[in-house]
């Protein structure tokens, strides 16, 4: 089993930024991609972005421009930076990895418990 933990969470003004971090710990023989998902109250969840080992990313429409996510391989985490926050990004993010694990390198995936984003003035 794998575990992620998200951090960096918490309460902005509109225009402000956040940055999230995501570190992966566990029975982790190596990760494919890492990628940030949020859910808004009463909305399904949505993938904001994704980035492979390589370091091929992905954004959402909604964010691109504003959010830029980044990675550090050798300490399995994730990071997310986000500017120019809107109430639209009120949302709880959560952290998902796809890995191979220790027992004979199968792929699994993990989701973090998630943390609250709150832009508000």
């Known amino acids: 089993q794998a575990q992620l933990v998200e951090s960096g969470g918490g309460l902005v003004q509109p225009g402000g930024s956040l940055r999230l971090s995501c570190a992966a710990s566990?029975?982790?023989?190596?990760?494919?991609?890492m990628g940030w998902y949020r859910q808004a109250p009463g909305k399904a969840r949505d993938l904001v972005a994704a980035?492979?080992?390589?370091?091929?990313?992905n954004y959402a429409d909604s964010v691109k421009g504003r959010f830029t996510i980044s990675r550090d391989n050798a300490k399995n985490t994730v990071y997310l930076q986000m500017s120019s926050l809107k109430p639209e990004d009120t949302a709880v993010y959560c952290c998902?990895?796809?890995?191979?694990?220790?027992?004979?390198?199968?792929?699994?995936?993990?989701w973090g418990q998630g943390t609250q984003d709150t832009v508000a003035s």
């Open positions: 980035i492979t080992t390589g370091g091929s990313t």
């Open positions: 998902h990895a796809v890995y191979r694990n220790m027992v004979r390198r199968r792929t699994r995936e993990e």
């Open positions: 566990g029975s982790i023989v190596s990760i494919d991609a």
